[in-house]
Nanobody
Framework: QVQLVESGGGLVQTGGSLRLSCAASERTFSPYIMGWFRQVPGKEREFVAAVYWRGGNTYYLDSVKGRFTISGANAENTVHLQMNSLKPEDTAVYYC??????????????????WGQGTQVTVSS
């Protein structure tokens, strides 16, 4: 069973930057889409960004456009989320996710069948 392992969360001040990484445990893992979601207590998990692994197309939550960048390193089976100009409302547990088969949508968490353990991102005001 493929595992997704995240790293890079932490505490940062408003306006700061963090880079999240997510590595697949098996080099044979060939996703269709890799994505990042986030969740705060009491709320549903929210789509943040996604990248189509073969074509490279990327998609973002409107509130993070221009601040976050998702990128995939195919040879390393790793996906990154560069987060700049962080705001307190970005505070959440961030999850890496992947799906290997075709799915019509990229922003529905129910379509993803591989998940990381989550990493806390806290932005102080």
């Amino acid at each position: 069973q493929v595992q997704l392992v995240e790293s890079g969360g932490g505490l940062v001040q408003t306006g700061g930057s963090l880079r999240l990484s997510c590595a697949a445990s098996e080099r044979t893992f060939s996703p269709y889409i890799m994505g990042w979601f986030r969740q705060v207590p009491g709320k549903e998990r929210e789509f943040v960004a996604a990248v189509y692994w073969r074509g490279g197309n990327t998609y973002y939550l409107d509130s993070v456009k221009g601040r976050f960048t998702i990128s995939g390193a195919n040879a390393e089976n790793t996906v990154h989320l560069q987060m700049n100009s962080l705001k307190p409302e970005d505070t959440a547990v961030y999850y890496c996710a992947g799906v290997q088969s075709y799915t019509r949508t990229y922003n529905n968490s129910n379509d993803y069948n591989y998940w990381g353990q989550g990493t806390q991102v806290t932005v102080s005001s």
